[in-house]
């Protein structure tokens, strides 16, 4: 039911949201920015439709500030964001209202979201195929997505190169590289975790000095 405005509180100590008071019942709660851009007040009349459009504008309001904030800790793929917004309590209808204008704006972006993903990766933490994919996949990023973007990563970056990388800090307290056969075992499971396949890890092993004698020599 509509009816006038009889009095609007701060919801609570400290809340940045108003409780708006119809005909000496409180009606609903909004944002104290959404109260004065509509403009409520003591005295002004409010229709049942009005009543609905404005919660339902707020809710969409409440979700959207809340997805910024988790945007502006890091960047998030889209499924991960609605999960996220979803399981804090946001309605469905609100959250896909929100990831739509994300969307559309720029600030959720699948594709943009797997290549910033992989290049770090590529960069501060070489890792092979098989673990990028497996990481955007937990990430909620769609396969022709993935697909596409590590295409065009393992068109720049060799993966050998990459397993070379990631084995050189392994490596260096050997002296002259030379790893010995059990070490050698460490190294190759240390590449397959890294989602490097056999025949990479196999590749690296093999342009590594041999170690006949079985000791190493540890410099620290």
Do not use: C, Y
């Amino acid at each position: 039911m509509g009816g006038r405005i009889t009095a609007i509180e701060r919801a609570s100590e400290g809340s940045a949201r108003v409780a708006v008071f119809v005909d000496g019942s409180r009606a609903f709660t909004v944002s104290q920015d959404v109260a004065e851009r509509l403009g409520l007040a003591v005295g002004v009349d409010l229709g049942e439709t009005e009543i609905a459009t404005i919660e339902s504008d707020d809710r969409v309001g409440k979700a959207r500030d809340k997805a910024l904030r988790l945007l502006a800790v890091r960047a998030r793929s889209r499924r991960e964001l609605t999960d996220r917004l979803t399981r804090i309590g946001h309605e469905a209808d609100a959250v896909e209202a929100v990831i739509a204008d994300l969307e559309a704006s720029g600030l959720v972006d699948d594709v943009a979201f797997a290549r910033a993903w992989a290049d770090e990766r590529v960069r501060l933490k070489p890792s092979g195929r098989r673990r990028l994919e497996s990481e955007l996949i937990g990430k909620g990023v769609p396969r022709d997505v993935i697909a596409n973007v590590l295409e065009e990563i393992f068109e720049e970056h060799s993966e050998l190169e990459l397993a070379v990388k990631a084995a050189a800090k392994r490596t260096r307290r050997f002296v002259g590289g030379a790893v010995p056969p059990k070490e050698r075992a460490r190294l190759r499971a240390f590449l397959l975790r890294r989602g490097f396949s056999h025949e990479v890890a196999t590749a690296v092993l093999r342009g590594l000095p041999d170690d006949d004698d079985g000791g190493m020599d540890d410099v620290g």
